[in-house]
Structures are given as structure tokens and as C-alpha cells.
């Protein structure tokens, strides 16, 4: 997991949410006492698995205490060799700064990322402050699967992304929140999970608009993994700390 940061703002606006959003995920996804998650492939098959998830920052300036793991000439060649045209349908969205801001090809982001830090991983996942790159009938895009990993952006999870006139720890604890249920998502498919049809788990395959994420509370029953059944974060977010993982009851119809 790498959390790339393209700007000292987004280092001091989001950046601590934002590790703390990956370490919560990461948290999910840990039953703890090397406990192994056997996830069902199929009726008659099943594998084992040990998640194993680290985190490498990358940005202009340190993020809690931390040095960026690229020099900031590096940085800047990595994030002009990953740049992309935006869609065109950004145009009709300029009520947001946020949507003005350069667009990353995520293929070339995962391959890219991963070279430039010496990251062998099978399956590496970058977040990022910066949009990535939509299909064309697309306005934006929360995450994406490329080959090599996935790239995940926090960019329009931002309510100031929408225009919304929030206070600093709302629009924090917003993006937390958010970019915690999409990197449970996509870390999920990563172990071998399936995305499913229950509207309160975090595999929901129908993330069709990004308030959707915030109704997302718990990996549900039907992907029979029973160190992972019902583990999810409690109804409140937290700006200033760690939420803790804790077993959620799936709502009632």
C-alpha cells in the first residue's frame, strides 16, 4: 500500500485522515493471534490466506513524523510521467476547485509507483490525492483495478469536491470514513472476495454514486469467511484518532 500525496495541502488538510482511513482497512482485515482467513473460491473449494499489508508514504513534505520515501524531484517526475488528459465532462463540474486538478493515468500510477520505490508486490494499491482517470462516458472514478494492483483517490470523496460547505472536522471524518469503506472494498477483492448484492457490506458491487459508501458498514454473512463475519467500524467517525475494528449487526428491513 502506498498513500502518494501530490501537494504540501493535501499533507496538511487530509494527509493524517488519510493514513488513518488505510490503517483502519488494514485493521479489517487482520482476525489477529495469525489467524489465517479461509475464503470460499467455490462449492467445493476454498484457500487460505494471511494478509499481509504495509504502508510506504510518498508526498512533498512529512505525514505525522514521517519522511516521504521519494525526494521531491522525484516526486515531481512521477507525477508529470503519470499525468492524464481530464475527462471532458470535468467542464460541467467547475463549482469545485477539486475538479480542475490533474488527472493520473492509473495504469501508469501502479507501474510507475512501483518501480520508482522498488515495490515487488503482486498486488500494490496507491492512494492518492489526485483524480484518476474515467472511462469516457464517466464523470469520476473512486477506484480502479489495473494490472499490477489498484489505484484508489480520495479526491471526490472530499465534500468540498461537491461544494458543500462543511467545517474542517466534518469534511474530515467524511473522507475518512469513505476512503476506509473503499480500500475495505478493494482490499477485499484483493484477498479473493466477491463483490455481492447486500447494500450494508463493503464488497456492494453497485457503488454508483459516493454518498453510497457511507451507508456501507460490515462484511456480510453471504462471503461465508467466519473470522471476517460482521466486522466492521462503529456508527462514528473519529478526525483525531484510530476508529477500532468491532462486530456490526446487519440492519433490519
Request: hydrophobic letters at 40%; charged letters at 25%.
Amino acid at each position: 500500500m502506498v498513500v502518494l500525496l501530490s501537494e504540501d495541502r493535501a499533507v496538511e488538510d487530509l494527509g493524517e485522515c488519510v493514513s488513518m482511513a488505510v490503517a483502519e482497512a488494514g485493521a479489517l482485515y487482520d482476525p489477529g493471534d495469525d489467524e489465517w482467513l479461509t475464503i470460499p473460491i467455490d462449492d467445493t473449494r476454498d484457500i487460505s490466506v494471511k494478509p499481509k499489508i504495509t504502508r510506504t508514504y510518498a508526498g512533498p513534505s512529512p505525514l505525522l513524523g514521517e519522511a516521504s520515501a521519494l525526494g521531491e524531484d522525484q516526486l515531481c517526475t512521477l507525477l508529470g510521467e503519470v499525468k492524464a488528459e481530464p475527462p471532458e465532462s470535468s467542464s460541467s463540474s467547475s463549482s469545485s476547485s477539486s475538479s480542475s486538478r490533474p488527472v493520473v493515468d492509473q495504469r501508469a500510477l501502479i507501474a510507475l509507483v512501483g518501480e520508482a520505490l522498488g515495490i515487488t508486490s503482486e498486488l500494490l494499491i496507491v492512494v492518492t490525492d489526485r483524480p484518476i482517470q474515467p472511462p469516457p462516458t464517466w464523470r469520476y472514478l473512486i477506484w480502479d483495478a489495473v494490472p499490477g494492483g489498484a489505484a484508489v483517490s480520495h479526491s471526490t470523496l472530499d465534500p468540498k469536491y461537491w461544494g458543500e460547505h462543511v467545517d474542517d472536522a466534518t469534511r474530515r471524518r467524511a473522507v475518512k470514513r469513505r476512503l476506509r469503506v473503499a480500500l475495505c472494498s478493494v482490499m477485499g477483492t484483493c484477498l479473493g472476495l466477491v463483490r455481492c448484492d447486500n447494500p450494508w457490506c463493503f464488497l456492494y458491487g453497485d457503488i454508483d454514486r459516493v454518498t453510497r459508501l457511507d451507508h456501507l458498514l460490515r462484511i456480510g454473512d453471504e462471503h461465508g469467511v467466519a473470522a471476517l463475519t460482521g466486522r466492521g467500524f462503529g456508527e462514528e467517525t473519529s478526525d483525531v484518532g484510530l476508529d477500532p475494528v468491532v462486530q456490526v449487526a446487519e440492519p433490519q428491513p
